[in-house]
């Protein structure tokens, strides 16, 4: 669906947020990364990109950095990812990561560049906090930014 197409037919979810999401066909592949910021069903802001070689991972990441850039440091906001792996990266794993010199018991941290800069921002925008949301449930404005994700202009 574009984003037109989804403001016609998708109707549920919270109506106040920043929502975010990415996505790669086939992954690893060409990717996009889109962010929409909405109060009171209103739209804010959105942005959105491209990449040419990439992974699902690394463009939900992108679109929360992109997004945290633009958010400013003195308001409570609530931020939505669909993907748990960034959530609880950002609201779980990162803390310890960086005491132990970014590394992880199990391996290697994946996009480690990405996940420190996204740590960084949200380090620095304690008032936003950051919540898992559903995928694919006909939530509007997440639909939405899948549907930015998915922009080939």
Known sequence: MTPDEVLETQFGGPETGIFTDGSCDPNPGPGGWGWVWVEKGEILDRGHGREPDTTNNRMELRALIEVFKKLPDDRD?????????????????????????????????????????????????PRVDLRWIRAHEGTRWNEYADALAALVD
């Open 77 to 125: 906001l609530v931020a939505y990812s669909d993907s748990q792996l960034c959530v609880n990266t950002i609201n779980e794993w990162a803390q310890g990561w960086e005491k132990r010199g970014w590394k992880r018991k199990g391996g290697p941290i994946k996009n480690l560049e990405l996940v420190q800069e996204l740590y960084a921002l949200a380090q620095a925008k």
